[in-house]
């Protein structure tokens, strides 16, 4: 028998590259919610999540085999290949396709370009409520608010979609409408512990140049669910399925200093056991908040470093002072907890005294994890409106691995990516020969010296030859060095 929606997670674990060594699969939050929604409207529906399917026929012969009235498929920048041909065969079937997600809140026209029938815009619960019955009664739905369709060849905009206020109405997910044991299992397998998403609230209220959260899907707001609710999912996902880790999902995790203190006190009143890990500001933290997160089982914190240089934060918009993360951080790691900082290199204004701040402020926090990514510009941003691309700033997406410089800038590609290498070896370097400073100072010069040789000659040189030169370099520093 058909059914009325069938949701899509066109995400494939085994085609990412960032998952070649160990699988961490995160599960379809943004679906999960959705299809909680329409079946609590009564709605027949149902999940393919793709993440542990072999092929894209694999999943079509699923598709096929449902016969949806609807089809309502997830997006994100890195998943539009995907979703493009998602959106073919489900008009191949004669499905009326529905897509939602942070990629199609922003650009929704490159969708319905695409052949998407709907675009839902921003937050999707309330919409696809309005909108699935519109869809099968095949009724018109310009009284929907926070769509984009085409009518008699333009697109429409409807109204904007107010944001949901009361987020504990919605509470959880509805994690039946996935196969949590695979996902249990995986990171079981993997990782010798088994790690579950839960979001506790929505929205971002800061403004940072690079970042698309304040704009979509959930906007430059803070709705959050009580620490009661909070805590009820965080039981049943412990208790009845299984997990011994969560990664709180929120854009934010600390804003609200009051209400995590009450999610930590909830979670040590009612006795779970369970270590989790957050995204937050090291401005949002204080020793007091940090003690309790860490005895209410917090092993790790994700903080957003981007740059130690004052004036690239400035540039970033971050409202964010370099004082306040040293103290954050610092901080961080006195309570007993771990600290994974993101940096990114080559924002507009970096150059090779910048890239060393970065690197300075580094050694000096030695976070125990990092990443690093060379500055992106996502549609929508105003970082995306400042820059002029030297290359299709939708390619950088094929192979999300490969991340590198995409705008003109007055530091090379070369430079950028010299640098995370150069970087990535400084703070080995620091770690193993904490005590006889020799080595580092001897690497650290020479690299130096090059760093600033290659961000001075920007554009002068035929880069590929010289990156091998300096690749040859690195290679034989970090075999010189740890053998
Ligand atoms: C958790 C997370 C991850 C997890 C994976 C999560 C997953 N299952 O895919 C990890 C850590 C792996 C990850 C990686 C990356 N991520 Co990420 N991630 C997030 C984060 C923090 C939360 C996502 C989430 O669970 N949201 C909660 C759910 C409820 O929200 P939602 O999915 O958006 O769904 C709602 C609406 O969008 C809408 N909706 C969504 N789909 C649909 C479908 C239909 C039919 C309907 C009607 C509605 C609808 O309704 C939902 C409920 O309101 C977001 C930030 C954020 N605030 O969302 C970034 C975010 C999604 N990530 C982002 C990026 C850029 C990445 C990376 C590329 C980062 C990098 N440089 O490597 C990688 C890509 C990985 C990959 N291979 O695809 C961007 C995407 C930007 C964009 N324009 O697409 C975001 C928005 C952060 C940001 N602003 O930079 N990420
Ligand atoms: S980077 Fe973090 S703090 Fe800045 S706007 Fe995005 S989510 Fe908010």
Request: proline residues 5%; positive net charge; charged residues 30%.
């Amino acid at each position: 028998m058909a059914i009325d929606c069938l949701l899509i997670n066109p995400y494939f674990l085994r085609f990412d590259p960032t998952q070649k060594s160990k699988r961490s699969p995160y599960e379809p939050l943004g679906l999960m919610y959705i299809g909680k929604v329409l079946k609590n409207e009564g709605y027949r529906v149902s999940l393919l999540d793709c993440t542990f399917l072999s092929s894209v026929d694999e999943a079509k012969d699923i598709i096929k085999s449902l016969n949806p009235t609807a089809i309502g498929i997830t997006s994100k920048i890195t998943l539009t290949k995907n979703v493009a041909e998602f959106i073919s065969f489900s008009k191949l079937l004669g499905s009326v396709t529905i897509i939602g997600g942070p990629d199609p809140s922003l650009r929704p026209e490159r969708y319905l370009r695409l052949g998407a029938d709907f675009v839902v815009i921003g937050e999707g619960e309330e919409t696809i409520r309005e909108l699935l019955p519109c869809v099968i009664k095949g009724d018109d739905p310009s009284n929907v608010k926070g769509l984009a369709f085409i009518k008699k060849n333009t697109i429409v905009y409807t109204p904007a979609r107010p944001f949901i206020k009361d987020f504990d109405k919605l509470g959880a997910p509805d994690r039946s409408l996935i196969d949590v044991d695979k996902y249990r299992n995986t990171w079981l397998e993997d990782h010798g512990f088994a790690m579950a998403t839960v979001m506790t609230s929505r929205g971002c209220p800061y403004s940072c140049n690079f970042c698309s959260n304040p704009i979509a899907p959930f906007g430059r707001r803070y709705t959050y669910r009580s620490s009661k609710n909070v805590v009820d999912e965080l039981e049943e996902v412990v208790l009845k399925y299984g997990f011994d880790r969560i990664w709180f999902a929120d854009d934010v995790f600390t804003i609200n200093r009051e209400r995590t203190i009450a999610i930590c006190k909830e979670i040590i009143d009612r006795g779970l056991q369970f270590k989790w890990s957050c995204l937050t500001r090291a401005d949002r933290v204080d020793e007091y908040l940090l003690k309790l997160m860490k005895k209410s089982g917090c092993e790790e914190i994700f903080y957003g470093l981007e740059s130690g240089a004052q004036e690239i934060l400035d540039a970033m918009n971050r409202n964010m002072k370099v004082e306040a993360m040293r103290r954050g951080m610092l901080m961080t790691k006195k309570a007993g907890i771990r600290i994974h900082t993101f940096v990114q290199v080559g924002y507009p204004g970096e150059n090779y005294r910048t890239l060393i701040k970065t690197l300075e402020f580094m050694k000096e926090i030695m976070p125990d994890e990092f990443s690093f990514t060379i500055s992106y510009p996502l549609p929508g941003t105003k970082l995306y409106d400042l820059v002029e691309f030297i290359d299709d700033p939708d390619s950088e997406w094929d192979s999300p691995s490969e991340n590198r410089l995409l705008f003109k800038s007055d530091i090379p590609n070369t430079a950028l990516r010299f640098f995370i290498k150069k970087t990535k070896i400084e703070l080995a370097l620091r770690r193993r020969y904490r005590k006889a400073k020799l080595p580092e100072k001897v690497f650290n010069r020479l690299s130096n010296v090059i760093l600033k040789l290659l961000a001075r000659s920007a554009g002068k040189y035929d880069w590929n030859k010289r990156s091998q030169i300096i690749s040859r370099y690195l290679r034989y520093e970090q075999k010189t060095r740890f053998r």
